[in-house]
């Protein structure tokens, strides 16, 4: 295959704001936004922005589900006709569908090979749903199969998603009028309408499916799937992708299948299922799809809905170790742009939270939906000086530093985003000086570039806390931000070490030479994440008692650190803070925990 194959991606999507932005981000960092072409079905509805849409094509569908499924696949099929005359391959997914290349079997120029081969090509589906008895709502800067384990391998997600010649799809494009089933020795559908269950009620609620009696079915068999998961006893997708595959491509006679959905299947260990079976999903599957980008608007029902296990953990943990009062966080830059680390903690009860958040907007976004242990103030913080805030076109940019073009331009992102859309004098306040704010057990800090103005000025405050959770930059987003081994430096200073990173952005430098190539890939440089720094990290014995429960909470439940966890538990056994069969009991519930991921 040549390195100029010319790759056209099409899908259609009707009142789809977060699964279009999911897939533009997706997909236009694989094959380049300009190649993307979305049929946007109805003028009632607006795309969102933080996608980029570069190719719209307005119409509108029939609203009878059977009708619509019927029209849309004469409509797509004529609309990736057409595209051929221009691309040399043409993806078609659904917006919720995200095609992927199992990397111990191929790559995308692999895949390509095989549609100019073949003329069409089948992709392997996997229909991914929530099992949220053991899977919290998806945390939206962590790629989505890292949560995501449990899935159905199934014959009717596995569609003819990628062609090279003109075809015709039946309805729903399921499959093909003219051709036996082939199926791709590598590519993989990814079917995400049930990955989070708050997700899906958000867009069958949104879109009106209860509303229409020609939906009602199907969003109620989706329903179910929720229930079935949960009951499910998951085979290893590696042991029963050949038997899989098999039931895909032939028929109960042995013959070529002329469409991939199968009525039963067979395991060796003499389980029967109808349609579909329940798998678990390899760990190298784990980072190929991204949950949304940078700074994308998290939709208002997906918050952190607990698991059963986190519950009855928490719980355990907190008459376990008795503790005098909630623990408190500090969040400087407490913008709703993003899920916070603690949410689990302060939905449950369990945390106090004093927020500071200069943009109008979105303060006024957390006053509203404010809780009764949630403090909210609109100041700067930093070291006390007036300073200048430079407010960006997207809020998750804005900053007292001036956004680095020449950083923007090396990398040819976020042109748009940090664009100064107004400037402002602010006085800063540093934390030492604000008498009302209790010592806290955790400061959270996401103030793009200014994190370092603000620990030298809270040094007391520092003393008694037990975490920092900050962003940090490898590359200086802005001009003169100190980066993550400066913000290392301070904070050593006053005693904390750096234990982990909650998550690291990684993007692609964007060349003349590697257009055609998968761009997900090839995210090879750091830009920021979040650090995660603990004080008196290898000397926990040097902890006040409280602090050191707090620090066990903490541990657990925001930094996903079960060993670090396990290790303050240890020391307040032995202070004879907590039982040890107590003690036990919380740590099987942690294993239990960690093993069903």
Known sequence: ????????????????????????????????????????????????????????IQTSFPRNRRQCDVFAADYLSKTCAELLSRYDVVLRTDVDEFLVVDPEKGTWDTVLEEVLENGYLYAFGLDVVHNDMVERSLDFQVPVLVQRRHAFAHG????????????????????????????????????????????????????????????????GARERHFQTIRASNLYDLDSVEMAVRHRICFDDAGAPAMSPRFATIAMPDGAQYRKSLPVRLPDRFAELIPAKSRGSTVPASASEEPTANECKRLSLLRGLLRPVRRSIVADVGASPIEIPPYAFLLSQGACEVWGFEPQPEQFNRLVASAGPNEHYLPLTVGDGSVRRLYITQHPGFTSTLRPN?????????????????????????????????????????????????????????LSTAVAVVTEA?????????????????????????????????????????????????YGDQITDGDAIFVRSLLDLGAYQTEALKHLCI????????????????????????????????????????????
């Open 1 to 56: 295959m040549q390195k100029t194959t010319r790759v056209a991606v099409v899908t259609h999507a009707r009142k789809e704001p977060f699964f279009c932005a999911m897939w533009s981000n997706y997909y236009g960092a694989q094959f380049g936004a300009e190649n993307l072409f979305l049929v946007k079905d109805g003028d009632d509805w607006d795309l969102p922005s933080d996608g980029r849409f570069d190719n719209v």
């Open 156 to 219: 009717e997600y596995s569609k003819p998603c990628a062609i090279s010649r003109p075809i015709t799809w039946t309805k729903s494009c399921h499959s093909l009028t003219d051709g036996p089933v082939i199926l791709s020795k590598a590519l993989f559908l990814v079917h995400l309408a049930s990955m989070d269950r708050h997700i899906f009620h958000d867009r069958i609620s949104a879109r009106g499916d209860l509303d229409m009696v020609s939906y009602v079915g199907h969003a």
């Open 405 to 461: 073009g020449s950083t923007s331009k090396a990398l040819n992102r976020w042109r748009k985003d940090i664009k100064i859309a107004s400037e402002v004098e602010v006085t800063t306040t540093r934390l030492d000086d604000m008498a009302d704010l209790p010592d806290f057990d955790l400061l959270k800090i996401d103030i793009q570039g200014g994190e370092a103005d603000v620990f030298k000025h809270a040094e007391r405050k």
């Open 473 to 521: 930059a490898a590359i200086p987003i802005y001009v003169d931000q100190p980066l993550l081994c400066d913000q290392m430096a301070l904070l050593r200073d006053f005693g904390y070490g750096l234990h982990k990173f909650a998550f690291l952005r990684q993007v692609a430098f964007r060349t003349s030479l590697n257009t055609s190539l998968p761009r997900r890939g």
């Open 554 to 597: 903490l541990a657990d439940f925001v930094f996903n650190s079960p060993s670090l966890a396990l290790k303050a538990l240890d020391h307040l056994i032995l202070r004879g803070v907590a039982g040890r069969a107590d003690a036990q009991y919380y740590a099987d519930l942690l294993l239990a925990k960690l093993m069903a991921r």
